[in-house]
């Protein structure tokens, strides 16, 4: 859990919905698209984009991802203890190596080698004091080195990599173990840039090859994140990232080449109050909305403090299975809705604001679309006070 919610108090009615078994079924999906051969790195960063970094690790390495990466090393360490109180509690383990993404600042590095995590080297000077550390700890340290083919973002630009690869690989307490890339565009329906990012790699590890360097058993090629595995198969290489897919999200509606998988995350709440206004009367703060006829509002106890983008009079939710517009702005604990017209709700009624209800959805796309932002956003944005809820 990754909210202060337990089991010992009412929940808040306010909640975010993990759909366990839908996400094992998207990982089916996904892994019978794969090819066999093809490893997969299961990215969990930012607490699995909002779904809970531990119950997806578990989950994804269970279905065979054979790499876990995170962002920062706080959440390498979260893994990494769940993963031992599972194996010291003989539960179902999902042992699989830790890579964090990025650079590290120098006072982490000890660290990071200290407990086993994969990290990024990009220059020739860090790898050095990279190698210095390890030899000091008697380790050898997986390391991942970053060609920058166009993202401009982290790693060295393709047209200089080899010397840093070269310096690499004559340290002895390193181990090479991926060369990778990252795509600024691979979910448009315009590939030409991406084309040309894996046409820069590609020029790399040809280098690479003729210095008979490459192909190593332990350098894996990477490349894909979930809108390269979806579109560009010449781009897979060894193994391939993957973050929003398996959460049943396509990256973009262009990019949805695997059909059959659903969202894995609801975001629900329930009416706390119910009002009836007359024409002139106004809504929230700002007066963002003027009542032309009667109305009857519904409050509902989740606000922008709790992820959800600030909107006015803009976007909907679902209750007994009908669309109920949004009326003026939402404050940071709560937002009004328009109920004029739905039949007999109730107090305390369940509300789906990111989900299904009936016939009816609202994808993570909509609220993208309304709050001017991107499905990742959205996603991540969910705050800790909403209580994570993970059902079969
Ligand atoms: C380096 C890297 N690889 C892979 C991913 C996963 O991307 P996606 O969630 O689109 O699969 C990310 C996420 O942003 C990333 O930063």
Redesign the pocket.
Known sequence: MISPHNSQTPIRPAWIEINVSQLRQNLATIRADMPPTLKWCS?VKDQAYGHGAVEIARETVRAGASLL?VATLDEALELRQAQLQQAQLRQAQFGAPILI?GERPPNELAFCIENDFSIFVNDATQAKQINELAQQQGKRVNVHLEIDTGLSRYGIRWTKALPVIEAVLQLANLQLAGLMT?FAMSDELDKTFAHEQLRRFAEVAQQLRERKILPAPQTRLHTC???GYLDLPAAHFDMV?????PLGVY?SKVCRRVAGLMPVMSVKTRIAAIKEIEPGDTVGYGMGYRAESSRTIAVLPIGYGDGFPRVRNTGYVLIRGQRAPITGGNAMDAMMIDLTGIPAPQLWDEVVIMGQQGHEEISVHDLSAWGSTVSYDIMTRWSVRMPRVYVE
């Not at 990232?241 to 897919?245: A, S």
């Open positions: 990215v990466a993404f990252h994140n979930s809108g990232r993957m973050g929003i897919l990256p």
